[in-house]
């Protein structure tokens, strides 16, 4: 079995880098919330190593969280970061104290104490570090054992250990990017715990390919290919593991960029040679999105036919057993919630949740351990040529919500056409790889032009060109002058249908990514 660290989650908000971190050293890892992790779970687990997450408790409230106490008991390393350096300090008998005065928030330096540590080797550089700290709460004293490696000026006991019994605990958070040699602690923590690093997509692909085979038999399984990074590497790799044993649905509903039902049903089926079905259901789709403007009411149109057409075809697969999903590791993961209460819906998002219960299919989920970039490392391992493993997210509803107002085939040529020229402008210029998403907007409006001596009067568009780094916020990409002046010429000039062209520079939040 592949050696493994587990990462025990208080809640805080970056706990997820600690495990990028890890596996960026090709050490594999999982996070598990604090409620699950029982002794019963520990034993069958068998982690090399224990690291405790930050989190927004604080100790010296009653009921607050605390792992189980047989974690120290077990002999393997233990590393506690903030909440979790306090948790463990609280548990062995050391003492935490809340105060406002203590308090630390931001970059901060960290000066080595008199002794060095071998989870320190080669981190301090020029006699201190720099950290990120985000503490309110602080340790007043360590517990018998400990002895104190690194000072803050906030922080007295910044970095302790207990070398003997390898209990580490930081104050500081070395998985985040303003921590920039954070990297350091966890190669030694890694070396410290005698983790083979020896987790690469090679490995993976060998092993999911192995799980894919004993989980499915000689059973059928159909797979809802979008054309997406997600689904297509997960359709490649259920494909070297099974073959013909799988059927790929790949649903045109007519809301697709320029070229792209070509671009994927050549490659799945005449590179990749996979049973195909190519599902063409514009005519559905536009049918009924016919008079429809509200967003709410587009997005539901298309997601509720959207299964009824997968359904249509799966059915038509003779004793398929189950539906593949490219589901992904940052979807499994069960978050601490301290707050409760639903948050509200901003726009309800396309997806097939539900439709394995009700068709009575089992799932195949082979990228549930994988976080985005895995995937895309797992997808160039497996052949699919960069380009297309590098694209920009798309999403379910596709063009749909790039058309405010009501969606008309002569619109939707028009908006193929000018995104086409946009993303052919930000290859040309070197940034495509740099930007998080960009596409065209259609708007709702014609203005009046000019265009040689002739009045024009055509619709106008938004460019939309983001960096962000999971969706959840983004900020408008700074395209230069020359770069807006070239496009918006050059999109005039090929797209018949648009006379003027716009730039929109709202970040999320406020606004959102798409326009819909
Ligand atoms: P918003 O517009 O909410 O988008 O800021 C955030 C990210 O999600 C994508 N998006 C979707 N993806 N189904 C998807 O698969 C959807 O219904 C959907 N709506 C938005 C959007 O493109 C951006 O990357």
Same mark, same amino acid.
């Given at each position: ?10 809640? +805080? ?48 409230? *009653? ?11 077990? &002999?393997?390393?233990?590393?506690? /970061? ?20 203590? !308090? ?11 002794? +060095? ?7 301090? +550089? ?29 922080? =007295? ?24 040699? &954070? ?40 797979? &809802? ?12 790799? /259920?494909? *070297? ?21 070509? %671009? ?12 195909? /079905? ?102 160039? %391992? ?24 009501? /969606? ?25 790889? *740099?930007? @998080?998403? $960009? ?34 916020? $983004? ?12 496009? !918006?010429?050059?999109?005039?000039? %090929? ?11 709202? +970040?999320?939040? =406020?606004?959102?990514?798409? @326009?819909?």
């Amino acid at each position: 079995m592949t050696d493994r660290i587990l990462i025990i989650d208080f809640g +805080s908000q970056v706990t997820q880098l600690i495990a990028r971190r890890l596996r960026e050293l090709n050490v594999y890892c999982e996070i598990h919330p604090f409620q699950n992790v029982t002794d019963g779970f520990l034993a069958e687990y068998a982690p090399k190593a224990i690291i405790l997450s930050g989190g927004p408790a604080s100790v010296t409230d *009653e009921g607050s969280p605390r792992p189980p106490y047989s974690i120290f008991e077990t &002999g393997i390393p233990v590393l506690g /970061i903030c909440y979790g350096q306090q948790v463990m300090m609280h548990m062995l008998g050391g003492q935490v104290e809340s105060g406002h005065k203590t !308090a630390e928030f931001g970059r901060a330096y960290v000066s080595p104490g008199a002794e +060095s540590l071998p989870l320190l080797e080669g981190w301090f +550089s020029e006699g201190r570090e720099q950290v990120w700290m985000s503490h309110g709460d602080h340790v007043s004293a360590i517990a018998s054992g400990f002895e104190v490696y690194g000072t803050s000026p906030n922080a =007295p006991f910044a970095i302790t250990g207990d070398a003997a019994r390898n209990f580490y605990a930081v104050q500081f958070h070395p998985e985040v990017h303003h921590t920039p040699n &954070g990297r350091r602690i966890y190669e030694n923590f890694i070396d410290l715990a005698g983790c083979k690093r020896d987790w690469t997509m090679g490995a993976y692909r060998e092993e999911a390919i192995e799980k894919i085979r004993e989980q499915v038999g000689d059973k059928k399984v159909i797979c &809802g290919l979008s054309g997406g990074v997600d689904s297509s590497v997960a359709a490649v790799l /259920i494909h *070297e593991a099974i073959g013909d044993q799988l059927t790929c649905v790949f649903v045109d509903h007519g809301l697709l960029r320029q070229g792209e039902a070509e %671009e994927v049903v050549t490659m799945f089926r005449d590179h990749y040679n996979m049973q195909l /079905i190519h599902a063409d259901e514009q005519d559905l789709f536009l049918g009924a999105l016919e008079g429809v403007s509200d967003p709410e009411e587009k997005r539901k149109t298309i997601g509720r036919l959207f299964i009824d057409v997968f359904q249509k075809h799966a059915n038509e697969i003779d004793g398929a057993e189950f539906l593949a999903q490219g589901t992904l590791y940052p979807d499994v993961i069960e978050s601490v919630s301290f707050s409760g209460g639903p948050s509200v819906t901003i726009k309800s998002h396309h997806n097939v949740g539900g439709l394995p219960e009700k068709m009575g299919l089992k799932l195949v989920e082979p990228l549930r351990e994988l976080f985005k970039d895995e995937v895309r490392r797992l997808g160039v %391992e497996l052949g699919l040529p960069k380009h297309f493993i590098g694209r920009h997210p798309f999403p379910g509803p596709g063009l749909a919500i790039r058309c405010p107002g009501e /969606i008309t085939r002569d619109k939707l040529d028009i908006l193929r056409q000018a995104d086409a020229v946009y993303i052919d402008q930000i290859r040309r210029h070197g940034l495509y790889d *740099e930007i @998080w998403q $960009a596409f065209v907007a259609i708007l709702p409006v014609r203005t009046v032009g000019v265009m040689g001596d002739g009045r024009t009067y055509d619709y106008a568009c938004a460019l939309r060109a983001v960096t962000s780094v999971d969706g959840m916020t $983004a900020d408008y990409y700074p395209f230069s002058h020359e770069f807006l002046g070239e496009t !918006a010429t050059r999109i005039i000039n %090929e797209v018949k249908g648009i006379n003027r062209v716009t730039y929109d520079i709202t +970040s999320k939040p =406020p606004g959102t990514i798409e @326009w819909e």
